[in-house]
Every structure is written in structure tokens, then in C-alpha cells.
């Protein structure tokens, strides 16, 4: 199995930016998918979105698409997710996921997702 840490996660003021780092260990990055979740005080945990094994291919849930970016590095066995104008809404404790495939983009339903990490908790000021 792999495991997945969390880091980034911090106190930032409405309109600012931030960079999520999920890294990997126990197994090569490449052979899984990644997605990343968030779950705010007495909500589900929310599909924010995923992106292939290779990095070529994304989707996001839609209140994020233009705000917030995925990208990969499988060398460093990291996955990032970059928040731009970040907004109050945006804050939870944000979850990376992982599931070994390299056929798909994983979707939004995290049974799909077979590990996951400890999570890291962003929080917007307003």
C-alpha cells in the first residue's frame, strides 16, 4: 500500500493563495491516480478534483475550476494542489486520495479512492 502525508495547510486571508503537498511512500507514485477531498466542520467529504497517473489529464468539482490547479511530480512522489483566491467557503481539512490505475481520471465518489492520507486544515479568513 501506499501512504500519503498531507502539509501546506495553514491560516491564509480571503484572496490569497496557497500550495497543498501530498507525498507518497511504500510504493512508486506513477502506478496510482490521485484526487484530493475536503471536509468543512458537520459536512461530507467533498470531491475537489483528480488528475491521472501521468498528469496529463484533470477535472474538478466546479466551484474550484479556474482557482484551484493539480499537478504531479512522480519523480518526488508528490502531488500538489495549488488554491488561488481562496475564499472563507474553501475552508476544511483538505484530504489527498490515491487509487492504483493508470487507465482514468478517478471521479468524484471517494470509494474509488483506496488510500488516504491524515489530512491538513486550511482555513480562510474573511
Known amino acids: 500500500q501506499v501512504q500519503l502525508v498531507e502539509s501546506g495547510g495553514r491560516l491564509v486571508q480571503a484572496g490569497g493563495s496557497l500550495r497543498l503537498s501530498c507525498a507518497a511512500s511504500g510504493r512508486p507514485l506513477s502506478r496510482y491516480a490521485m484526487g484530493w477531498f475536503r471536509q468543512a466542520p458537520g459536512k461530507e467529504r467533498e470531491f475537489v478534483g483528480a488528475?491521472?497517473?501521468?498528469?496529463?489529464?484533470?477535472n474538478y468539482e466546479d466551484s474550484v475550476k479556474g482557482r484551484f490547479t493539480i499537478s504531479r511530480d512522480n519523480a518526488k512522489n508528490t502531488v500538489y494542489l495549488q488554491m488561488n483566491s481562496l475564499k472563507p467557503e474553501d475552508t476544511a481539512v483538505y484530504y489527498c486520495?490515491?487509487?492504483?490505475?493508470?487507465?482514468?481520471?478517478?471521479?468524484?465518489?471517494?470509494?474509488?479512492?483506496?488510500?488516504w492520507g491524515q489530512g491538513t486544515q486550511v482555513t480562510v479568513s474573511s
Open positions: 488528475i491521472n497517473w501521468s498528469g496529463d489529464r484533470t
Open positions: 486520495a490515491a487509487v492504483r490505475t493508470r487507465t482514468v481520471v478517478p471521479g468524484p465518489s471517494p470509494r474509488e479512492y483506496d488510500n
